[in-house]
């Protein structure tokens, strides 16, 4: 029997916060949290365990985190590393499911907001079987090896901001 297809998350994103505190998902996201997640509007997030974002994806990867904790326990073993895998665990394990509307208009609940330094503003960005979500000035104090992601955010964000102002 053929291993499931992962969900794959691609393209990038930018979403002002709203009225009643809401984000917008990108349709792109909507649609392969939907299918991650057997027609369910919602997504889990995550604080990333070495930059200051968060990471989502659907329910359906939760099955693969067993094997990547694995894996992570191996390499450190390799590489002769310490490895606590009770914490990494938790790293892992410790998603928030947040649902979303239709329309992708979702909540970000307050605790993961601070986690990454999340204000009024968002930048979206897939990365194969997850996605980040960024502050803007979080993204914007990493380095030069990050200017793809930091240049379509500052394009994605003028427009936004330009749309709003008009609006």
């Known amino acids: ?3 499931a297809q992962p969900h794959i998350y691609s393209g990038q994103d930018f979403s002002l916060q709203r009225d009643k505190n809401r984000f917008v998902l990108p349709p792109q996201f909507r649609k392969t949290l939907r299918e991650s997640n057997g027609g369910k509007n919602s997504m889990l997030l995550v604080k ?5 974002c968060l990471v989502g994806f ?3 990867r939760i099955a693969e985190l067993a094997a990547q904790l694995d894996r992570e326990e191996e390499l450190a073993a390799k590489a002769g590393r310490e490895f606590d895998k009770e914490k990494r665990s938790l790293d892992l394990y410790t998603f928030e499911e947040v649902p ?5 208009r979702f909540v970000l609940p307050d605790n993961l907001a601070a986690m990454a330094a999340i204000g009024n503003q968002i930048f979206l960005q897939g990365g194969g ?3 980040t979500i960024w502050s803007p000035a979080e993204l914007e104090k990493l ?5 793809n992601a930091k240049a379509a955010c500052a394009s994605l964000a003028e ?9």
């Open 1 to 3: 029997m053929a291993a």
């Open 48 to 52: 990333h365990d070495r930059w200051e």
């Open 58 to 60: 659907g329910a359906s």
């Open 100 to 104: 979303f509307d239709g329309s992708g």
């Open 129 to 131: 079987t997850f996605f």
């Open 143 to 147: 380095g030069s090896d990050w200017k």
């Open 159 to 167: 427009k936004e901001l330009k749309k709003a102002r008009k609006a």
